[in-house]
């Protein structure tokens, strides 16, 4: 209505004094997040090893002081996930294979590699984005173009996979868990994805009857509790040794009123998993469907 009221300029104006004040409080809320969760330190020391973050993704730019803090706190979230799944598995045998899944930029790659010279890691970034591989190559990085579902089938090992903010993503997430379960023999499977406290299926450009070509990286399909997202992975041949939610907003504090701010307009914050492979579940899924392909197969001769 107030849009209808008032002259053009006037609203515009109106409205990009709101997005100024949203992103002041949003960047004071995430620096409040940062410090009640320990992470302040951390991410200094990221800022120092890859200071440049703008081309982050393929779709979009990293290009104001606000995306920059946002997506450095994933990060921050995200590499401290990898330290203490480092801590967890033997660092004795060296070197030691990293396999990043849905890497865009070789950002973490990076940042690992300069924290962790005494564990000589080997890594290899993987994306589906062809544009994204070229630029990782040109960082004298490893990378590989290839599909985050296929990745299992190509006989490829590693002693710890990345999957940061990439599980929502994919249209097949228990046949990329499963296929990575059971034909590699890694130690631990390190994943981030956006925290909801009630899952739903994402696919917004459907909900919003947007025409506009969709992008798998910029498209979420689902969007799960963790509650659902652990019951997914033992389904699919893992149990869990570590996890954690890191929030964009402190629980303590007049800043812990962006909480609502936060559910209703992006996300209240990330969780994070260290998984490793354990057939427990898996397996009984697979005796019951050999069992019911027996079954359909003697009702077919009948």
Not at 12 to 33: G, H, K, P
Not at 272 to 281: E, F, K, N, Y
């Amino acid at each position: 209505m107030l849009k209808a009221l008032l002259p053009g300029a006037i609203w515009l104006r109106l409205r990009d004094q709101r997005y100024i004040v949203q992103e002041w409080f949003r960047a004071a809320s995430i620096r409040a997040a940062l410090r009640e969760q320990g992470f302040e330190g951390l991410a200094q020391r990221l800022t120092q090893i890859v200071p440049d973050i703008t081309d982050q993704y393929t779709q979009f730019r990293v290009d104001t002081d606000y995306l920059r803090l946002k997506v450095r706190a994933m990060h921050v979230f995200q590499v401290a996930m990898v330290n203490a799944a480092l801590k967890i598995i033997d660092t004795e045998r060296r070197p030691l294979t990293v396999v990043d899944i849905g890497d865009s930029a070789g950002t973490h790659i990076r940042y690992l590699q300069e924290l962790h010279r005494d564990v000589q890691l080997r890594c290899l970034s993987v994306n589906l984005d062809e544009e994204a591989v070229k630029r990782i190559r040109g960082k004298n990085l490893e990378a590989l173009h290839v599909c985050a579902e296929d990745l299992g089938a190509l006989g490829i090992d590693a002693d710890i996979f990345l999957c940061f903010e990439t599980l929502e993503h994919l249209t097949s997430p228990v046949q990329f868990l499963r296929s990575l379960s059971e034909n590699t023999n890694c130690k631990v499977l390190v994943i981030t994805v956006p925290y909801v406290a009630r899952s739903r299926v994402g696919l917004h450009h459907i909900r919003t009857s947007s025409p506009e070509r969709c992008h798998p990286e910029s498209t979420h399909v689902f969007e799960l509790s963790p509650d659902d997202w652990k019951l997914l992975f033992m389904h699919a041949g893992w149990s869990i040794v570590q996890n954690r939610i890191y929030l964009q907003y402190p629980r303590r504090g007049v800043l812990r009123a962006m909480k609502g701010h936060w559910r209703r307009g992006d996300f209240e914050g990330f969780w994070g998993a260290i998984l490793r492979r354990d057939s427990t579940w898996s397996r009984l899924w697979a005796v019951s469907s050999r069992r019911l392909a027996g079954i359909s197969g003697e009702g077919s001769e009948a």
